[in-house]
């Protein structure tokens, strides 16, 4: 359940004369309907009994080292709806309901309702009496299928709900009040660095430049009904569904007394009211709390333990564009620095900082077996604080090791240690899915050790290689943009749009006259949360040149095999290996053949390659090939001595005469053909500059196995060599012009 509040003097009516700021979740005619409210014109608001701070205050000194969560609320029930509360009155195209609610000396207000249902078309917004802070709008997409809602803080000591509702669907809205939560701390301190302590450092600081990633997926939790407040993250799980799993501590949760290993049921259902703000940061560094950030209402509680006081929940509604999926480390090595990104006191997002690795340690709040079920930290810089309990502790790689559990470092004793549950420990807790967190952070047991923080949001590109034999182009689209959102498309050079600026799918082409090489495609995204700007890099036209050159053997003999390496090609999608002329591609090398030969690939790291009994020198290539073509080839010159077992072998294989003669197919099974190639002579024309007049083929020991000699001298003879056995022979061809050898297989 998401809506964006803004710090920022909004003008709900014309007459105000205050300059006009819109929230990044209003389009104009969102933001014409908001003036056609008047606050003005209110009914008596309904003031909330007067809250005895004092003793609130002393509560909470008693409460210190009991490992509760931070409290800045006092719940108050109240019995208030559209039935027996407000007033409604009637405008054009339907009706506008208000009700003002003050409660005496509050900082802030926020809301539980019991009964929650916005009909079609409805639009609930929320503001406080000085017109600085709007929430809104609430629409039917926020309602769920239990009917409750929970808000986040308005500041001020009064606030105004307003309903449009559609006269179209006049009266089947639902909205019915369970609790007014009075703010009795002032956690919305502006001017300075809010309500921590001084000596904790903004996440816009320059310490937070390199985790700017990181603390999109971490949020402060409103909890307890509403009254309380802790941090957490948003987990990646290894299906890379972006599932809203979030981590915190399990004390966060575990609110009732006595205090037990085991949460109760009220405990768990709690969850259902928890409000999530995400993006609740300073815009600059040492800045105040001015400014934008966005909630969801709900979640459901999946698994927690008290051993390593963790507690995961799943968050009722997929977040928004700029929250990120923190990535996670489930190894049990200590990290070599550490890092914790919180919300102290409910303050806006700090980051506290350790150059060392932390340790093993036992915590003294929680007494279980094995007592080292904890990371224990000491910050070089910041601290933690009330409100950070449950936030996440992450590695020098970005990925989260552990949820804080409590410690003692404050402003005034810095480099005390705090401790965080291991999240190696968590990942299999108390061997059950709800006492773990495996089941629901490796759903597809994956047995992956870590994954990496992400982005719900992604340039999805296809296909990934443009070039001008495709001239429909490829299509690039946003995957889980959010609806309404507006999207400014820049691509590289050689890149022609077709269409689809300012929308979520863009078709592009290859411009007529490309240069290949890599290429960027921009896609900004303007979000209610703020622009997000996604990067994508292809490859435009034919792939290079292998990077480095073909390596192997440069000189070979007759029916050996070598191996050849290569260098991947920028833009390849697969390889072609070229040997010396004329050569074979088999399935697999079964020589002896006549020619060279490889093995069938597509892959550039390697090719075996066998280079025939009667093979010729030349290069061997490779060459980069993609949709668009085949890429410049690395070649390698390699010598072919021709001779069988290498210079004085058996006997000599090479064709000595200048126009040659071929013995197809080879190897042979049953028979195979003797050719003499035609020549061209200057004329143009062919003629045949030999004849042969006899053939015998003898095996390896020379012996004569076939003899025949030809009644007339023919260019071409076909030989029966169906009762040779498997092996390599030699034939001997004589001709009008001299006798020649050649090798024959028979397979």
């Not at 008693?62 to 109240?78: H, Q, Y």
């Not at 003499?676 to 095996?699: F, G, R, S, V, Y």
């Amino acid at each position: 359940m998401k809506y964006i509040v803004t710090l920022a003097v909004l003008m709900l009516s014309i007459a105000t004369g205050v300059a006009q700021v819109q929230t990044q979740r209003l389009s104009p005619q969102e933001l014409k309907s908001v003036k056609r409210f008047n606050p003005k014109s209110l009914p008596a608001a309904v003031k909330m009994p007067v809250v005895d701070v004092n003793a609130l205050l002393a509560e909470d000194e008693l409460e210190k080292g009991l490992g509760l969560p931070f409290r800045f609320g006092k719940a108050i029930d109240v019995d208030l709806g559209l039935e027996n509360a407000g007033e409604w009155k009637n405008v054009q195209g339907g009706r506008i309901w208000k009700l003002p609610i003050t409660s005496e000396n509050a900082y802030s207000i926020n809301l539980i309702f019991k009964s929650f249902f916005l009909a079609k078309g409805a639009e609930l917004y929320i503001y406080n009496q000085e017109q600085t802070m709007l929430m809104g709008p609430i629409t039917p997409k926020d309602n769920k299928k239990s009917k409750r809602f929970s808000t986040d803080l308005i500041q001020g000591e009064g606030i105004v709900l307003e309903l449009f509702e559609p006269s179209e669907s006049n009266g089947e809205s639902q909205l019915h009040l369970e609790k007014v939560i009075h703010g009795y701390k002032n956690t919305f301190k502006a001017g300075g660095t809010g309500f921590s302590g001084d000596c904790n450092i903004d996440i816009n600081c320059p310490q937070g430049t390199d985790w700017q990633d990181e603390s999109d997926a971490v949020a402060m939790v409103l909890l307890a009904n509403g009254t309380r407040k802790c941090s957490g993250t948003l987990l990646n799980n290894t299906s890379q569904d972006f599932t809203p799993n979030f981590l915190t501590a399990f004390h966060c949760l575990n609110v009732e007394f006595p205090k037990n290993t085991i949460l109760s049921q009220q405990e768990i259902d709690r969850a259902e009211d928890f409000v999530f703000r995400f993006q609740y940061k300073s815009p600059t560094c040492g800045g105040g709390d001015d400014t934008n950030f966005m909630s969801y209402s709900g979640s459901t509680f999946r698994s927690g333990w008290y051993n390593s006081d963790f507690a995961l929940l799943e968050l009722d509604q997929q977040p928004e564009v700029c929250t990120k999926m923190a990535g996670w480390n489930r190894g049990t090595l200590p990290a070599t620095s550490a890092t914790g990104i919180h919300h102290p006191s409910g303050d806006v997002m700090k980051i506290s900082l350790d150059i060392n690795s932390p340790v093993k340690e036992a915590s003294p709040n929680i007494n279980v077996v094995p007592s080292d079920n904890f990371w224990s930290v000491r910050w070089n810089q910041g601290v933690t604080e009330g409100g950070s309990s449950g936030s996440g502790l992450f590695d020098q790689n970005h990925r989260l090791i552990g949820q804080l559990e409590g410690g003692d470092s404050s402003c005034a004793t810095p480099f005390a240690k705090d401790l965080y549950g291991r999240f190696d420990i968590s990942w299999t807790g108390g061997g059950t899915p709800q006492t773990r967190l495996s089941d629901w952070l490796d759903p597809g047991n994956t047995g992956a050790l870590s994954i990496n923080t992400k982005s719900p949001i992604s340039i999805n590109i296809a296909p990934p290689i443009l070039c001008s034999v495709n001239p429909t182009g490829g299509v690039y689209t946003i995957s889980n943009a959010p609806v309404g959102a507006t999207v400014t498309w820049v691509v590289g050079a050689d890149i022609d749009i077709v269409s689809g600026q300012g929308t979520n799918s863009l078709t592009v082409k290859a411009s007529d006259a490309y240069v290949s090489g890599f290429r960027e495609i921009w896609a900004t995204v303007n979000a209610s949360c703020g622009p997000v700007v996604l990067s994508k890099t292809i490859w435009i036209g034919e792939p290079a040149a292998p990077s480095g050159n073909v390596t192997g053997p440069t000189e070979v003999d007759a029916s050996t095999t070598h191996l050849y390496q290569g260098s991947p090609a920028d833009g390849a999608t697969s390889y072609l290996w070229w040997l010396p002329y004329p050569f074979q591609v088999v399935p697999s090398l079964g020589g002896p053949a006549n020619d060279w030969q490889m093995e069938n690939t597509t892959i550039h790291s390697q090719l075996l390659a066998y280079t025939g009994i009667d093979g010729n020198s030349g290069y061997v290539q490779l060459m980069g090939v993609n949709d668009c073509g085949t890429g410049g080839a690395k070649i390698l010159w390699v010598e072919h001595s021709g001779v069988l077992g290498g210079p004085g072998g058996p006997y000599d294989l090479r064709v000595s005469n200048s126009d040659g003669i071929n013995i197809y197919p080879n190897p042979a099974e049953n028979k195979t053909t003797v050719a003499i190639a035609p020549i061209e002579t200057t004329a143009k024309q062919t003629e045949n500059p030999t004849q042969i007049t006899a053939i015998k083929i003898l095996d390896a020991q020379m012996i004569e196995k076939i003899s025949m000699r030809l009644n007339k001298p023919q260019s071409e003879v076909t030989v029966d060599v169906s009762r040779l056995k498997t092996g390599v022979y030699q034939v001997l061809i004589e001709t009008d012009k001299g006798l020649f050898t050649k090798g024959l297989i028979i397979q």
